[in-house]
Nanobody
Framework: HVQLVESGGESMQAGGSLRLSCAASGFTSDNVCMGWFRQAPGKERERDAGIDVDGTTSYYADSVKGRFTVSRDNAERTVYLQMDSLKPEDTAVYYC?????????????????WGQGTQVTVS
């Protein structure tokens, strides 16, 4: 039974920083690309970042490039999203995604495992 549990979301002032965490369990191996998506009210879920199985290669959406950093700790089976220079438009529910059959681009949402989401509010 695959489970992803996000944490770290909170309300912040613009310009601040947050670090989101996602703890994964239930995968039979560590060969799982992981990443982060966001969904703002009234909008579709969109990709922010993805990272490959050993953490050496990553993808960023243009809207977060240079501000967000994705990383992972395979010993802890955890993926992180460091969010700096936060903007009000970053306000959204952030979801962790994982998929053993996907690249770090995570382009097949229907095949991904998802966490429950964590709310980030920037004012």
């Amino acid at each position: 039974h695959v489970q992803l549990v996000e944490s770290g979301g909170e309300s912040m002032q613009a310009g601040g920083s947050l670090r989101l965490s996602c703890a994964a369990s239930g995968f039979t191996s560590d060969n799982v690309c992981m990443g982060w998506f966001r969904q703002a009210p009234g909008k579709e879920r969109e990709r922010d970042a993805g990272i490959d199985v050993d953490g050496t290669t990553s993808y960023y959406a243009d809207s977060v490039k240079g501000r967000f950093t994705v990383s992972r700790d395979n010993a802890e089976r955890t993926v992180y999203l460091q969010m700096d220079s936060l903007k009000p438009e970053d306000t959204a529910v952030y979801y962790c995604a994982a998929d053993p059959f996907s690249s770090f681009f995570l382009i097949n949402p229907a095949g991904h495992s998802w966490g429950q989401g964590t709310q980030v509010t920037v004012s």
